[in-house]
């Protein structure tokens, strides 16, 4: 099993629809989760993190996690055409390191 | 303003012949790491420093080495780099190990080996 599961996608949504990316983890001990998005070429940039189970709102973007369920995920609201990119989870383990998922590639359509 | 900066942009090199990728920051960040990222794949850890003390990823190959000469720089050699070792290398840094760090990326050097 993978330590971070994302679905690869690509997911299509149209402009100004709500997209929904997910992400699950295989080490119940982790305790912050981050999401980062990635365009084509281009290094990770960090949209949030969350470390407490519920809801943490940001703008258009909302984070929700779920310890118990040991899943995590991104909610981007109003969805924009140059929100299209690929959407990286990524867990910071009991020990520290940060695992990274593959990624869900979004694509927003005018 | 820039504030982890990776050069060059892209590298390329010939299949064999040692190559360098350099990473600076300007944060002050206690830690530095170097990942691999192939396409369409997660970036994969290679080491991480905190401050000089070096840890390396069981899976690793030997040829990756790194150094870290001062608190603001860190770089990757590839001593004999194969066409496998065609990627994007991105450096990233934190202000310490820990569940709240959150890790702020440079822009990435692409390699490619002929």
């Known amino acids: 099993q993978k330590e971070v599961e994302q679905n690869s996608g690509p997911l299509s949504v149209p402009e100004g629809a709500i997209a929904s990316l997910n992400c699950t983890y295989s080490?119940?001990?982790?305790?912050?989760f981050f999401w980062y998005r990635q365009y084509s070429g281009k290094s990770p940039e960090l949209i949030m993190f969350?470390?407490?189970?519920g809801d943490k709102e940001d703008g258009r973007f909302t984070a929700q996690l779920n310890k118990a369920s040991q899943y995590v995920s991104l909610l981007i609201r109003d969805s924009q055409p140059s929100d299209s990119a690929t959407y990286l989870c990524?867990?910071?383990?009991?020990?520290?390191?940060?695992?990274f998922g593959a990624g869900t590639r979004l694509t927003v359509k005018p | 303003d820039a504030m982890v900066i990776q050069n060059p942009r892209y590298q390329v090199t010939q299949f064999g012949k040692p190559v360098t990728l350099s990473c600076s920051q300007t944060?002050?960040?206690?830690?530095m790491y170097w990942y691999q990222q192939k396409s369409s794949q997660a970036p994969k850890l290679l080491f991480h420093?905190?401050?000089?003390?070096?840890?390396n990823e069981a899976d690793t190959p030997d040829n990756f080495q790194s150094r870290r000469p001062n608190t603001s720089f860190c770089f990757l050699d590839i001593r004999s780099p194969g066409l496998g070792d065609a990627a994007m290398y991105l450096c990233?840094?934190?202000?310490?190990?820990?569940?709240?760090?959150?890790?702020?990326f440079g822009d990435g050097t692409r390699l490619s080996i002929l």
């Open positions: 990233a840094t934190s202000r310490a190990y820990g569940q709240d760090q959150p890790q702020h």
């Open positions: 080490d119940r001990g982790s305790q912050s």
């Open positions: 969350i470390y407490s189970n």
């Open positions: 990524a867990v910071n383990t009991p020990s520290g390191d940060m695992r």
């Open positions: 944060l002050n960040h206690n830690v």
């Open positions: 420093y905190y401050d000089k003390d070096f840890n």
